[in-house]
Each structure stands twice: as C-alpha cells, then as structure tokens.
C-alpha cells in the first residue's frame, strides 16, 4: 500500500454523462453553507467542498480533498431544505443530477443528506470540478448501508 497522493483532478461536465462522473467523485463531499456563492450578474454557481477520495480509499487510503466546482450559464438557483442564513451547518453531498428541460437546458440538482438540495437552472451543461491541494487523513470511510 503506497503513501503517495494521486495527483489533483481536473474535470469537466459538458452533458449529463460527465455530470454523472463528477458526482460520483463528489460523493459524501461535505461543505458548509458559507462554502456556497451564487453570482447571478456572472450566471455562475459555486462551491468549496471537501471530499473524500474514493480513488484512494480503493488503495486503503481515507483521504479528504480540498475541492472547487462551479456551473456556468446558471439562470436561476433553489434550494430546499436549506436556511442560507446558517453559515455554518455542515453538508453532505449525496449525488448531482440532470433533468432536462428542454435540450440542452435543464436542471441541476445537488442532493444533500437531510433532504437538502439546491436546483439549478440552466441553459445547459457547462461545470468544472478542481481539486485545489491541501490533503488530510479522514476520520472515517463514508458508508451507505443497504435498504
């Protein structure tokens, strides 16, 4: 079992395939409410996550990884579940889905444990994920019992 970190990944989601790719690496990411910017002059939405690298975890590794992802060409954002005023309730960001609207406009949904989401209208697909550097040992492994 080797120490080295892998190195930062950079990717990005132009349709629901990708989309569908970088969910899976933010699976069990967790952020805090003040960690979320909406820029509505920009049509940007963004976020600064932690999440666990399951890549890593493969290796017997538990690492958490500093991580920016933002959405271009935002029209409108939703939430559910979420006071915007809680700067400091800690997120669990289960999956990120599409559903189309009419092609390739949309909706952008970021689920979060509790019920929480956050619905993004969009013109269409256009996300970037980054991870920004720092690396820490995790606590523990995410785990997702059955049923």
């Known amino acids: 079992m080797s120490d080295a970190v892998a190195e930062p990944l950079k990717l990005v989601a132009l349709d629901a395939d990708d989309l569908a790719i970088v969910s899976a690496h933010l699976q069990d ?9 909406y820029l509505p002059r920009e049509r ?26 933002h959405f271009d060409r935002v029209l409108a954002v939703r939430s559910s579940q979420l ?7 800690v997120l669990n960001l289960l999956a990120i ?12 949904t970021l689920h979060f444990s509790e019920g929480a989401a956050i619905r993004l209208t969009v013109e269409c697909i256009e996300s970037q994920m980054k991870d ?10 995410p785990d997702h019992p059955e049923g």
């Open 97 to 108: 889905t599409f559903d189309v609207r009419q092609e390739p406009a949309g909706d952008v």
């Open 83 to 89: 006071d915007k005023d809680d700067a400091g309730r």
């Open 29 to 37: 990411a967790v952020l805090k409410t003040a960690d979320i910017v």
């Open 132 to 141: 920004l550097g720092p690396v820490w040992e995790a606590v523990a492994t």
């Open 44 to 69: 940007r939405f963004a976020l600064a996550a932690r999440r666990f690298d399951w890549e890593g975890a493969v290796q017997g590794h538990r690492r958490r990884r500093l991580t920016a992802l």
